[in-house]
């Protein structure tokens, strides 16, 4: 039983996937690996990032990423954003996978970032100083290589 209702549903969401690309303008979708976009501007590929100027270190707040500045992505079985990912400094700190046609290419991440800290030789914080952390939201769609834009955020050091 559990078998035919999988079936019957990945018929409906391929059946959804074909009303939909019917009732849009579809594009050729073609490979496009030859170089990394990078922060290049697209209008449906760019990520757009909403997040705070400044936050305090060490509290929670939420990083909005949606895939398109000026259009909204579409997720197509054959065209949708494979995965988002958000950097802090460099390093990926938060990774999410979308299915096709059921997952909007949009994610909210909540993160705290640390201020900058001295210690002293037995590890004890000795100074605390703001900082200045770059946050770099990623996306892969399916046919080119990925897209990226990035957000300064001021962390304000912990008295």
């Not at 449906?44 to 990520?47: A, F, G, I, L, M």
């Not at 500045?69 to 579409?74: S, V, Y």
């Given at each position: 039983m559990k078998t035919k209702i999988t079936l019957i549903n990945l018929a409906a969401v391929m059946a959804f996937s074909s009303q939909a690309m019917a009732d849009q303008d579809v594009e050729k979708i073609t490979p496009d690996f030859e170089k990394v976009k990078g922060n290049t501007q697209d209008a449906?590929?760019?990520?757009k990032i909403k997040a705070p100027k400044q936050v305090k270190a060490g509290e929670w707040f939420p990083v909005t990423i949606s895939i398109g500045?000026?259009?909204?992505?579409?997720s197509w079985v054959e065209h949708h954003v494979?995965?988002?990912s958000l950097e802090a400094d460099g390093v990926e700190i938060n990774r999410v996978y979308l299915h096709p046609v059921m997952s909007k290419p949009e994610v909210t991440f909540y993160i705290a970032l640390p201020d900058n800290r001295t210690f002293n030789k037995d590890g004890d914080v000795t100074k605390r100083s703001d900082k200045l952390v770059t946050l770099r939201a990623v996306?892969?769609?399916t046919h080119a290589s990925q897209?990226?834009?990035e957000h300064k955020v001021k962390v304000k050091a912990k008295k």
């Open positions: 449906k590929h760019t990520p500045h000026k259009k909204q992505h579409p494979r995965w988002i996306e892969a769609p897209f990226w834009s």
